[in-house]
């Protein structure tokens, strides 16, 4: 069939995302500094297991009297955030990549303990968030096999078989990820915000497990990870493989 879809054309990025970046949004203005009594990354995972949404969990922090304590289990989680993320920003320093403005804002809510400035609670809100994604994005990565080149396109005629999809959320991208993967173990992203039609139609074919592919596949290398894949193009047909 002839696609019909629209699908979101990006780089590949985690939270190292350039769009990302606070430049229009430092601002010469005084900031409230909230002092909590707990850890409120820990409340923040608390939060975020329970399923609460993000505006909720940061009203409740903006507007607390008393944050409750958190569970032993999410003050084991909230240390293995700090310490992952922690970790991903020193290694990228020694290896003297770009540093943006929103990794460096995330490092001071990463020590900043149980204070936190009020320009910086969202980043505190979505940290469990980043912390899930970038770790199933990782895991992902080690049982597939990279391209041996980030460069170039590649003309699919091929059979397809659906493998996960891994939600992302940021500041200007909420948006779901289909990974496929053909008889070489390479895999295949597509991207599609969730407001757009093509959410439902490729959660759709992402449950028949195998989709053909006709189209011109382009050569990507994954923003923060050493590792290339394959994306769609804008013009592609889509085939019943049986």
Not at 33 to 60: M, Q, T
Request: glycine share 4%.
């Amino acid at each position: 069939m002839q696609n019909t879809l629209v699908t979101s054309v990006t780089d590949f990025d985690s939270f190292f995302d350039a769009e990302e970046t606070l430049s229009e949004s430092i601002k010469k203005v005084s900031y409230r500094e909230h002092e909590f009594s707990v850890d409120p990354l820990a409340v923040v995972v608390d939060y975020h297991n329970a399923g609460r949404p993000g505006h909720e969990i940061y009203d409740n922090l903006v507007n607390y009297r008393e944050l409750s304590s958190p569970s032993a289990d999410s003050l084991v989680q909230a240390d293995n955030i700090r310490r992952f993320f922690k970790n991903k920003i020193f290694l990228r320093r020694l290896k003297n990549y770009h540093i943006s403005d929103y990794m460096k804002e995330m490092e001071l809510v990463l020590e900043s303990g149980q204070s936190v400035r009020s320009d910086r609670l969202p980043i505190l809100v979505k940290l469990p968030a980043f912390y899930s994604e970038s770790v199933e994005t990782e895991a992902l990565f080690k049982e597939y096999e990279s391209l041996t080149s980030d460069r170039g396109l590649y003309e699919s005629n091929d059979v397809w078989t659906f493998v996960k999809e891994i939600s992302k959320y940021n500041r200007h991208d909420k948006s779901a990820n289909y990974y496929f993967t053909n008889h070489y173990k390479q895999l295949l992203k597509v991207s599609v915000p969730f407001k757009e039609m093509g959410h439902s139609a490729w959660n759709y074919i992402s449950s028949k497990e195998k989709i053909g592919i006709k189209g011109t596949l382009n050569k990507l290398r994954v923003r923060g990870y050493d590792f290339c894949l394959y994306q769609l193009t804008n013009s592609y047909e889509l085939f019943d493989p049986r």
